[in-house]
Structures are given as structure tokens and as C-alpha cells.
Antibody, heavy 120, light 110 residues
């Protein structure tokens, strides 16, 4: 059974940093692209970032490029999102999502999400 | 900037048929955009309904179908049931690793 479990969310001040983690199991992690998708309170889903299976290629939405870094540890089946210089508009539930194969394929499994609140 | 548009809300009677659509701000949606659809109930993670335009995800009832209708991607529910009431999101692969979600459709079954 595919399982994705996010952690690392919490309250962070504007301009601060936070690292989200996603522990995965139930599939061959290094064979699949992975992504982060977020959802601000009361709002819709927003794709944030994707990373290829071996980690060599990364993509970001414009609003986080240069501030967020996606990475993965294939030996530990872990996905990460390093969030720097956070802003109030980064407040959201962050979901880890497995992609069906590569970064151009759909998100087939989702974690339950971790809440990030940016506030002073 | 690419914008993906969905109907903000729709309603359907139990047993009825409803079509949700997913449009691009510039141009037509085709299979090359790999449209997919997700259900979400409040407080829960999204669940995949349709991917690759028309493939149902495992366990999804066959009353859900995906297609291209005109210049939009479409999700049709035939024989709607009460537990289909939730938010539906489409997402399109617009270019080089970039995905854009629509704003979501709140479906009411009444």
C-alpha cells in the first residue's frame, strides 16, 4: 500500500525558514517523480514543485522559485521541501504527491498534508 | 501567465448527469495537456478520479468519465449520487514540468 506522510509544518515568522519532509513507503521510490502541492485556507490547490525520479531535474512555480528547494533522498525514500524567506502568502496545507511515472504524469497518490502558517 | 478556469459551482439532482469543464486562458485543451481530475472533501487530501484525459483511477466508479469537449477538458458524472458532492479540481500540464490547477468546482447534489 502506497503511503505518504508529511511532517515539519508549523508556525514560522515572515522571512523565516522551514523544512518539510515526506516519508514514503509501499512503492519503489526512486522510480517515480514527486511533487509538492499546497492549499491555502479556503482556497484551491496550487502546484508548487516537482522533482524527477533521480533528483536531477526540478521545477518550481514562479512564486516560490529562488526561495524553495525541493530535494529527495532515494536511499531513505524521503522527499523534502526547504522553504526560505517565507511570506504570509505561503500559509497553506502542503501535500506531498507521488506522480504516476515522470514529472509530466499525473499525481496519483497524496499524503494527508502538513499545515504551514506564516505569521508574526 | 497561464490560467485554468473551472465553473465555481454546479448542482445536479440525484441520478442526474452533470459535466464539469476545464479551460485554458489561451488556447484549447488537448490530450497533450494530460488533463486530470481530483475530488476533495473538506479536511481531506485530494483523490484522483481521472488522469490522462479519460482513464479512471483504480476504484473510481464508471459513472465518472473524462473527455475533451470542444476546446475544454471535461468530467462527466452520469447518475450522480449524494456522496459525489464535494470539490473537484482539474490540472493541466502546461509546459516543461509546470502544472496549473483550476480554481475548483463545488458540486452540490440536491
Amino acid at each position: 500500500e502506497v503511503q505518504l506522510l508529511e511532517s515539519g509544518g508549523g508556525l514560522v515568522q515572515p522571512g523565516g525558514s522551514l523544512r518539510l519532509s515526506c516519508a514514503t513507503s509501499g512503492f519503489t521510490f526512486n522510480s517515480y517523480a514527486m511533487s509538492w502541492v499546497r492549499q491555502a485556507p479556503g482556497e484551491g490547490l496550487e502546484w508548487v514543485s516537482s522533482i524527477s525520479a533521480f533528483g536531477g531535474t526540478t521545477y518550481y512555480t514562479d512564486s516560490v522559485r529562488g526561495r524553495f528547494t525541493i530535494s529527495r533522498d532515494n536511499s531513505e525514500s524521503m522527499l523534502y521541501l526547504q522553504m526560505n524567506s517565507v511570506k504570509a502568502e505561503d500559509t497553506a496545507v502542503y501535500y506531498c504527491a507521488k506522480q504516476k511515472t515522470g514529472t509530466a504524469t499525473n499525481f496519483d497518490y497524496w499524503g494527508q498534508g502538513t499545515l504551514v502558517t506564516v505569521s508574526s | 501567465q497561464t490560467v485554468v478556469t473551472q465553473e465555481p459551482s454546479l448542482s445536479v439532482s440525484p441520478g442526474g448527469t452533470v459535466t464539469l469543464t476545464c479551460a485554458l486562458s489561451s488556447g484549447s485543451v488537448s490530450t497533450n495537456y494530460y488533463p486530470s481530475w481530483y475530488q476533495q472533501t473538506p479536511g481531506q487530501a485530494p483523490r484522483t478520479v481521472i488522469y490522462g484525459t479519460s482513464t479512471r483511477s483504480s476504484g473510481v466508479p464508471d459513472r465518472f468519465s473524462g473527455s475533451i469537449l470542444g476546446n475544454k477538458a471535461a468530467l462527466t458524472i452520469t447518475g450522480a449520487q449524494a456522496d459525489d458532492e464535494c470539490d473537484y479540481y482539474c490540472v493541466l500540464y502546461v509546459s516543461n514540468g509546470i502544472w496549473v490547477f483550476g480554481g475548483g468546482t463545488k458540486l452540490t447534489v440536491l
